[in-house]
């Protein structure tokens, strides 16, 4: 067994089960690092939590991780980036662990939005709590100003990929009606970014209802290969993280319950463990 002192993993954080499709696109470009992925599904969704909620929830989540010998945890969650991640960077990191990172899945995305648009006309798909926070749109004109973006909020999405309903139709209406509220913000838009690490799982419905010259944009592969990056550039960081290719998965609800649904969002089986917080 590998002792505990020199097991330092990367850890990934979501409220629930999105955060498995950032981590799966993690591994295949970072397999050698060791992960701990925790899900805090006996709270989620997020999406709907007020942001003084995301922030303790999502902080809380990222002190656990710490104390299992995690130096650098990703927000592998689109809610607890937009609503969480900068107070902790900026008030809770400098005072409680001031040698440790977390990031998120927000920045790398916004980084490189430009490259994708000749319209300059963006449309994000998300939950409510991300597009309130208007995250996205403030990260957007740091990098590429000359953008225009155009949210749209799509509630019930996670409820419905998260029950695995995406066959009935319900989840058509639901899908169709979101992506037209888009679109009628602005025809001109010919990228759309999913917003929320649930969505790549609708992927093939949300092209249905969106006119076919958008480009789709994706997080899991820009996160991925942000933190390939960050690494490189931290090789500091880098050589603190263990590297045996293990990987770990908790959650804060039944463990039976979150290896059924965490399989579909990972690919793989999963089984985890059940923690509390």
């Known amino acids: 067994m590998e002792n505990k002192y020199t097991y330092k993993p990367i850890g990934v954080f979501d409220s629930g089960f999105g955060g498995l499709t950032i981590l799966k696109e993690i591994v295949s470009v970072l397999p050698q690092y060791d992960y701990l992925y925790l899900g805090d599904n006996a709270r989620a969704p997020y999406g709907s939590r007020s942001f003084e909620s995301v922030y303790e929830y999502t902080l809380q989540c990222v002190n656990y991780l ?35 990172r977390v990031l998120g899945v927000i920045r790398p995305t916004t980084e490189v939005v430009g490259n994708y648009s000749k319209t300059k006309h963006v449309g994000l798909l998300a939950t409510s709590g991300t597009v309130a926070s208007n995250s996205y749109l403030v990260e957007i004109q740091k990098f590429f100003p000359e953008i225009h973006l155009y949210q749209q909020a799509c509630p019930m999405w996670v409820p419905l990929i998260e029950n695995n309903e995406l066959s009935n139709e319900g989840a058509d209406y639901f899908i169709k009606k979101n992506c037209a509220e888009l679109i009628i913000q602005q025809p001109l838009i010919d990228s759309v970014i999913l917003g929320c690490t649930h969505y790549p799982l609708i992927a093939d419905k949300i092209k249905l209802y969106l006119p076919p ?65």
């Open 213 to 277: 010259r958008i480009n789709l944009i994706w997080q899991g592969t820009i996160v991925a290969s942000g933190l390939e990056n960050y690494l490189f550039r931290h090789p500091e960081m880098a050589d603190k993280c263990s590297k045996q290719g293990t990987l770990k998965f908790l959650t804060t609800d039944v463990p039976d319950l979150f290896n059924k649904s965490a399989s579909r969002f990972f690919g793989n089986d999963v089984k985890a463990d059940r923690i509390e917080l």
């Open 66 to 100: 710490f104390n299992q010998g995690c130096e650098l945890v990703i927000l592998a969650c689109n809610t607890a980036s937009a609503k969480a991640l900068r107070n902790i960077q900026q008030k809770d990191l400098p005072l409680v662990a001031p040698n440790k």
